[in-house]
């Protein structure tokens, strides 16, 4: 189910038009139809912190309750665009996201993002809220998983001198930010209790 197009007219709007008690209007009819409004849960931190291989497991363990999402795999040509905030891109993952929720089942989106990304899209009015868990790093670990990585994913000394650069900002303002993020530092713990320990969270949250 797509909803930015008319269940009735079958026009497209360029931006939900989202009503109180969780209503889609049409702008070019004026038709009003309800949907599910549920909340979306971010999994992110920065490149290294170990979401990719918490996904994998996630996916399977949660499946009776989360649709658990790899972010990169929409990260293709045609939705980049110049800009800092990746808008296309993310975008097109809020939509997704509020389609796959009429099945009644909350996505798990893992991948790199922060709340300034996400909060100011016109999308965002098709949640109840987003919940953002950030997975951390120590920086000399950090740098070391990055410098293990296949050559083929292009981590060069100042690629990731700007990744650590941007873990740090993570740390000093993930509290500040709205609405916050909680951090979860994954230096020196296994992958199994990392996602066991992100399973805890969605569930208290659901």
Known sequence: ???????????????PQVEPEAVIRCAHCGHRWPFLRLPLFCVTGPSGTGKSTVQRLLAT?????????????LWVAGLRDDGAE????RSTWLRMAAMIHQSRRPVVLCGT?????????????????IDYLCLTCDPDVLAARLRGRPKWREWDEPRIAEMLDYAAWIDATA??????????DTTDVPVDETARAVARWLDERA
Do not use: K, S, W, Y
């Not at 189910?1 to 931006?15: F, K, Q, S, V, Y």
């Not at 363990?61 to 795999?73: N, P, S």
């Not at 500040?176 to 951090?183: C, E, F, K, V």
């Open 1 to 15: 189910m797509n909803l930015l197009i008319c269940e009735r007219c079958g026009e497209r709007a360029d931006r």
């Open 61 to 73: 363990e949660l499946a009776d309750r989360f649709v658990v999402l790899e972010q990169d795999v």
């Open 86 to 89: 990746h808008r296309p891109f």
């Open 113 to 129: 993002v922060v709340p300034p990304e996400l909060e100011p899209l016109p999308e965002r009015a098709l949640f109840e809220r």
């Open 175 to 184: 509290a500040t930010m709205d609405p916050p993020m909680t951090l979860l």
